[in-house]
């Protein structure tokens, strides 16, 4: 099978440059890094990179995570130049560790690739998106996940507009402070369920 790279510099998610991928249980190379840091001396981290599916639920360290669905809304909107489009992942969490657990859009939790090349799709703008598609008080997992809770909500990742194929990448273990492990779930365009009317115009 062929090698595939994955670059995860400029997710918000780790200051990297990935290794080749495997289809299941692959390690990739990432670098610690820094966003006020220029220069790194540390070892690169291992990440053990597994093919997630969606409706199938996957676990690292007790906590387990099921990608419910992806959205994918006709808006799409112009920032630098660049045509921007959003899509909404639905995802359940359950935490049965020992800790509450983050798992917001600062969390360091999603990374997104579209088309083969990392993209940055974490912004502060996502949970106002989330709000305008399915209303306010929708779950977008801002308050921390108590021990032994189960909650379904939203993320939303910002894309380039015309992108044909968006895989998600998942750090369940991410809210207890451990990147070692991630799973990606793969998303072409074509099969993307489109975004209901939103609540509120965008």
Do not use: H
């Amino acid at each position: 099978e062929p090698v595939r790279a994955l670059n995860v510099a400029g997710m918000m998610l780790l200051t990297a440059a990935g290794c080749g991928k495997k289809e299941n249980g692959s390690v990739r190379d990432v670098n610690d890094g820094a966003a006020e840091t220029t220069v790194t001396t540390k070892e690169p981290r291992k990440v053990e990179v597994q093919t997630g599916e969606v409706g199938a639920e996957v676990s690292v360290q007790d906590v387990y995570v099921t990608v419910d669905k992806a959205y994918l809304p006709s808006y799409t909107f112009t920032d630098n130049d660049q045509d921007i489009g959003i899509i909404f992942f639905q995802i359940t969490i359950r935490n049965e560790s020992d800790r509450a657990i983050s798992a917001n859009m600062l969390s360091r939790s999603y990374a997104i690739e579209t088309d083969g090349e990392s993209y940055p799709g974490v912004t502060v703008r996502g949970s106002r998106f989330i709000y305008r598609q399915f209303g306010e008080g929708t779950e977008d997992f801002s308050d921390p996940i108590e021990i032994g809770e189960t909650r379904q909500g939203y993320i939303c990742l910002e894309v380039p507009a015309d992108f044909q194929v968006a895989t998600l990448m998942y750090f369940p273990g991410a809210g207890v402070l451990d990147w070692s492990e991630a799973y990606t779930f793969e998303f072409p365009r074509a099969e993307m369920e489109p975004a209901p009317d939103p609540v509120m115009p965008f």
